[in-house]
């Protein structure tokens, strides 16, 4: 099979095209067909050697943690997926090597996977698991948001910050965005209300709710939290994905949890999800599409289309 892989630490210029052997399939594993693959910020921090002394490595590794595809072969002990079932995984494993989305085949634990959402094609369905189990686990278990609350999020045109919008919005909630002023239109199409990041949001935050927001995530970092915190409630509680080890945030780490997942393919399903695409690469330009995302110049994901 084609894969694209790097052998040493570094940038986008250490992945390189190759033909490498069928994954080998366990009883309750699953051989998918990938048809795309998402790209995600924690893919150019691996494959840049940031977190060596925590995550063991077996050179060349396939990068790539978010698949959608179909069933080539299911494993003796997988009787939920039979051939050509449609599936989405998120197939982080716990040792770094030859096992990422970046490649025509892989094998994927059953746990790890759940249908495509029907409403979503391959490419969008891709860019669904890390980044919408985030916002799912942010919001939902973190944050315990509850219907009629007032929820702040920062950088809310974002990957996760876009469904944290949406997931909240679908329980109830009242949701004030923080985005770019080209990035307006877009939360209102997800039914959040915009104001401008940066210096004084706080103060256009209370101008649309004057009590204050109950709960607020950070997607964005950079102390925002501690920027707006006149413009939070009384005892509000506050999460954060980019600002690790602040006291009073609750830090939210994405894990892959089934449920959660067959939860955001309901959302899907019912149309009260969405995945805003900014940029998408054939497997071979690979390299291109983690140059894009880390210059972050594109207003929504990138994903890499396989089959």
């Known amino acids: 099979m084609k894969a694209m892989v790097y052998r040493r630490y570094g940038g986008p210029e250490v992945l390189e095209l190759a033909e490498l052997p069928e ?18 910020p924690a893919d150019l921090a691996l494959q840049a050697g940031a977190l060596d002394g925590g995550v063991e490595t077996y050179f060349p590794v396939i990068p790539g943690w978010d698949i959608a595809g179909v069933v080539e072969r299911p494993g003796l002990a997988t009787p939920e997926y ?44 891709s860019a669904l698991p890390l980044a919408g189990l985030t916002a799912y686990q942010a919001v939902v278990h ?17 990957g996760v910050g876009s469904l944290a919008v949406q997931i909240a919005r679908a329980h109830g909630a009242r949701v004030i965005g923080t985005v770019s002023a080209r990035d307006h239109d877009y939360l ?53 994905i980019a600002d690790i080890g602040v006291p009073g945030v609750t830090p939210v780490f994405c894990r892959m949890d089934h449920a959660d997942l067959l939860a955001l393919v309901d959302l899907a399903n019912t149309n009260k999800l969405h995945i805003r695409l900014g940029a998408t690469y054939p497997l071979e330009r ?11 110049n594109v207003a929504g994901k990138i994903v890499v289309e396989i089959g």
């Open 286 to 296: 690979a390299a291109d599409a983690q140059r894009a995302l880390s210059a972050d």
């Open 23 to 40: 994954p080998k399939t366990h009883v309750d594993s699953v051989l998918v067909r990938v048809k795309a693959a998402a790209l995600n």
């Open 142 to 158: 973190a944050l315990d948001i509850r219907p009629g609350q007032t929820l702040l999020v920062h950088g809310a045109a974002g």
């Open 82 to 125: 039979s051939v050509g079932d449609e599936v989405i995984g998120y197939i982080r494993g716990d040792v770094q090597r030859a096992h990422g989305g970046l490649a025509e085949l892989v094998s994927a634990d059953v746990r790890t996977l759940a249908p495509k959402p029907s409403s979503m094609s391959f490419t969008q369905a």
């Open 188 to 240: 209102r199409t997800l039914g959040a209300e915009p104001v401008t990041y940066g210096y004084g949001a706080a103060d256009r935050v209370l101008e649309l709710a004057p009590e204050g927001a109950d709960v607020a995530l950070d997607t964005f970092g950079n102390g925002v939290l501690a920027a707006t915190a006149h413009a939070m409630a009384p005892g509000a509680r506050l999460a954060s």
